[in-house]
């Protein structure tokens, strides 16, 4: 099959848990009845992203809350569902985590965000995710009868290597649970999303949250897909939505055979 549907859930975060998890099921039943094969939440999708709610929000595999509630989602709606990220517990440590599963309910992928977001721009944002949060080390993928999905979160995105091993191992797709915020969110989003499409020559899809203005950090919003030409194919605004598009594998060939510029590297030199 060279075509499939993917829906971005673009949904807000709230201080209640409970209420968050309400959300993301309403909104991923919306994308199943609309006839999605993949299913992306946001990251943090069931805490405000804030470094005092991590250890209390936090959650254990297999046994959480939010954790179960994804796979039986999967399950239920027989679909590939990107559970966004949470914050994950493992003994004494703290991740941002995305969970993975797949249409029987089982678990495919586990990404640990690998690039903690530590960034002062005084009088703007600053944030340390590193002050509670224990990195990742790995890259991280999945395959469907589709293509083979690469994971990263949100500031990964930012080392245009990571990505670029993604699509060296195969990954036609990067799915991007993301929260850009409002001052890097209208100067870099956009551009970073599709110049890694573009670089890699692949789809790239980013979620984040719905923008609350009344939240202490301000989500951009803008959930999108990029495409392997560079193009936005689909994009929201800064409300909820449910952000729907269709990955076309055959027009992602035809660019790489028209314009190869994977093949072309020159990896001896640089
Ligand atoms: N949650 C994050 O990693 C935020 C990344 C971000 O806003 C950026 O500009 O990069």
């Not at 039986?72 to 709606?77: S, Y």
């Not at 919003?221 to 392997?228: L, N, T």
């Not at 510029?261 to 030199?269: A, D, G, V």
């Amino acid at each position: 099959m060279s075509n499939f549907q993917i829906s971005l859930c673009q949904t807000p975060v709230a201080d209640d848990k409970a209420l968050n998890l309400q959300t993301a099921k309403a909104a991923i039943e919306m994308a199943a009845l609309a006839g999605s094969h993949l299913v992306a939440l946001p990251e943090m999708f069931n805490c405000p992203y804030g470094k005092e709610y991590f250890d209390s929000y936090a959650e254990e595999f297999p046994q959480g809350k939010t954790i179960k509630l994804l796979s039986a989602l999967a399950k239920k709606h027989s679909l590939y569902l990107i559970g966004g990220s949470i914050p994950e517990k493992e003994n004494t440590q703290l991740y941002n985590t995305c969970f993975v599963f797949g249409p029987e309910g089982q678990l495919l992928a586990r990404h640990r965000k690998v690039h903690l977001f530590d960034i002062d721009i005084p009088g703007q944002i600053s944030f340390k995710e590193s002050e509670t949060l224990t990195p990742g080390d790995t890259v991280t993928f999945f395959d469907t009868p589709f293509c083979r999905v690469g994971i990263a979160i949100c500031y990964d995105i930012r080392f245009p290597e990571f990505t670029r091993l993604m699509a060296l191992k195969g990954a036609n797709l990067v799915v991007l649970p993301a929260a850009f915020n409002m001052t890097t969110g209208p100067a870099h989003w956009e551009l970073t999303m599709r110049a890694r499409a573009l670089d890699n020559q692949i789809y790239l899809a980013a979620i984040s949250p719905a923008r609350d203005q009344t939240a202490n950090y301000v989500a951009y919003g803008h959930s999108m897909v990029a495409g392997p030409w560079g193009n936005v194919i689909s994009q929201a605004n800064a409300n909820p939505a449910i952000v729907t598009a269709e990955i076309d594998l055959a027009q992602l060939s035809k660019i790489r055979e028209q314009l190869p510029l994977l093949k072309h590297r020159k990896p001896e030199i640089y």
